[in-house]
């Protein structure tokens, strides 16, 4: 009879080069491991940022000034924003303009925002060319800081509804809103940079002390004025 087998012996312990291969796949995933983790946290760290700058850049932090003013809600029950120019004044300097309707009338609505300014730091900025053309309605002017704003509140501008699918004609400057059907007030607010605003400026003066001469001289029917006697 053969003599019995053997037990299975263990495995015998890797050699040298296997354990060398073990050691560098370990060290790879390490690698992979920590670059993964570094990739992520750059991502996490450089979007929130981003994100923000992108922010920043898009919105304008005077409308939201202008947002917080203290006026109740029906004074700004719809508002519509525009933007224009550059932040740094790069060509044109921006200029930041806002349209409010208010439920209220005119008078009641000025008095409502002249005193929300008031209490946001603006002051009532009295200049020539305020407004630069005649306007109706109650139109002032204010500055703060580096900025200059204009608010103008005015009576609305009532256009009646379309008639058989044919968009209406505006009523007239001087036709009066129907009674009940047009009512309200309308607010423009224009922010502009201080330095952009011509009114910031020294204006052109028409002293004669300072230019010299009379901007306005006499004329006489005599193109040669009177002759200087010559002297005998």
């Not at 050691?23 to 570094?38: C, T, V, W």
């Not at 204010?142 to 009532?158: F, G, H, N």
């Amino acid at each position: 009879m053969r003599p019995g087998a053997e037990p299975d012996a263990p495995d015998a312990p890797p050699s040298g080069g296997a354990r060398s291969e073990l050691r560098r796949r370990i060290r790879e995933r390490r690698r992979l491991r920590a670059g993964i983790l570094a990739l992520v946290s750059l991502v996490i760290l450089g979007a929130v940022p981003l994100y923000f700058g992108i922010r920043t850049l898009a919105h304008d932090p005077v409308f939201d000034s202008l947002d917080q003013l203290g006026v109740p809600e029906w004074a700004a029950a719809k508002t519509v924003d525009d933007v224009s120019g550059s932040r740094w004044c790069l060509l044109d300097c921006r200029l930041r303009e806002r349209t409010v309707e208010s439920q209220r009338a005119p008078k009641e609505t000025a008095q409502v925002y002249e005193r929300a300014l008031t209490d946001a730091g603006w002051r009532p900025w009295k200049v020539t060319r305020c407004p630069e053309q005649p306007a109706k309605g109650r139109y002032t002017c204010w500055r703060r800081d580096e900025l200059t704003l204009d608010l103008w509140v005015r009576e609305p501008t009532c256009v009646p509804p379309p008639v058989n699918g044919e968009p209406a004609i505006p009523p007239s400057p001087v036709a009066k809103p129907a009674a009940g059907k047009c009512t309200g007030s309308l607010v423009s607010v224009k922010v502009r940079n201080a330095i952009d605003d011509e009114r910031t400026r020294p204006q052109p003066s028409t002293d004669p002390s300072l230019t010299g001469e009379d901007p306005f001289p006499t004329i006489t029917d005599d193109p040669l004025g009177e002759l200087t006697p010559s002297p005998s």
